[in-house]
């Protein structure tokens, strides 16, 4: 009995810990974890994003080829500089309406060796107004902005090499 009850504590101890793999903060009011197993990015809190400098300074960069999904909260206002910077396996967001601006190269797959192929659509009742540049550069995939209908900021070389994809504006 004691071998089998001790298989089991180390079975609970392993499932328990595969659940988040990695974690921090990416706001003032923002958390983010990473789920390996299913290459799940998950933001949770409300308000603005960080601004990222770099690529490698957003915290989950190293999993960059590994996101499959991003899930975002309600509350998020503002999608930070660099923040899904080639996550090439991404194949679907959805924004919430609350977001407002999405900063430069958000979304940029530039240089990655194959088309994301990426579904980007954005909730009813979209608070977009702004899209700064090179926020798409090099994105493939389908980009439907048709809820964003405050959207008036969208400078030159937002979608920079964008090609294979459908883009459906307001």
Request: hydrophobic fraction near 35%.
């Amino acid at each position: 009995g004691r071998r089998l009850s001790m298989t089991l504590l180390l079975t609970m101890i392993t499932v328990t810990t595969a659940w988040a793999d990695d974690s921090g903060t990416c706001g003032n009011n923002l958390t983010w974890t990473f789920t390996e197993s299913d290459g799940t990015l998950t933001i949770s809190g409300e308000g603005d994003m960080y601004n990222y400098n770099t690529a490698n300074n957003v915290p989950w960069y190293n999993y960059r080829e590994q996101i499959k999904k991003v899930i975002l909260p309600k509350g998020l206002t503002y999608i930070g500089s660099y923040a899904f910077y080639k996550a090439k396996a991404l194949r679907k967001i959805s924004i919430p309406a609350s977001v407002s601006k999405i900063a430069n190269y958000a979304f940029c797959v530039v240089g990655t060796k194959y088309p994301n192929g990426c579904t980007f659509t954005v909730a009813k009742g979209s608070k977009l107004t702004t899209i700064h540049g090179n926020a798409f550069n090099g994105y493939r995939g389908d980009i439907d902005l048709c809820e964003c209908t405050d959207l008036t900021d969208i400078p030159r070389y937002t979608f920079q090499n964008y090609e294979h994809g459908i883009l459906m504006l307001p």
